[in-house]
């Protein structure tokens, strides 16, 4: 296990930018895939963005792609979502999670950021 701390939430107004940030502890995060996910008031927990170990591969959900980047430093130990031209819609909780595993780190997460939070105003 790893363990995750988001920063970098907070208040925007739409059309604006926030760069979102994760540190994990320990020795093995290039062991790791890194995803960050988001959870809307009265939604479920969705998927927003994949980056493999080197940071070499990366994936978006459709609703953010072409405006958020998925990035990682493996000398900070630190995962980030840079997310550009920001919508009302993108309001909600945003997770740093990681897991060993492409299939896991989509499917269940071995372990989750404690969320930090996102308000895009209109």
């Known amino acids: 296990q790893v363990q995750l701390v988001e920063s970098g939430g907070g208040l925007v107004q739409a059309g604006g930018s926030l760069k979102l940030s994760c540190a994990a502890s320990g020795r093995t995060f290039t062991a790791y895939y890194m995803g960050w996910f988001r959870q809307a008031p009265g939604k479920d927990r969705e998927f927003v963005a994949v980056i493999n170990w080197g940071g070499s591969s990366t994936d978006y959900a459709d609703s953010v792609k072409g405006r958020f980047t998925i990035s990682r430093d493996n000398a900070k130990n630190t995962v980030y979502l840079q997310m550009n031209s920001l919508k009302p819609e993108d309001t909600a909780v945003y997770y740093c999670?990681?897991?060993?595993?492409?299939?896991?780190?989509?499917?269940?997460?071995?372990?989750w950021g404690q969320g930090t939070q996102v308000t895009v105003s209109s």
């Open positions: 999670a990681a897991d060993r595993s492409v299939v896991g780190i989509r499917a269940k997460p071995g372990s």
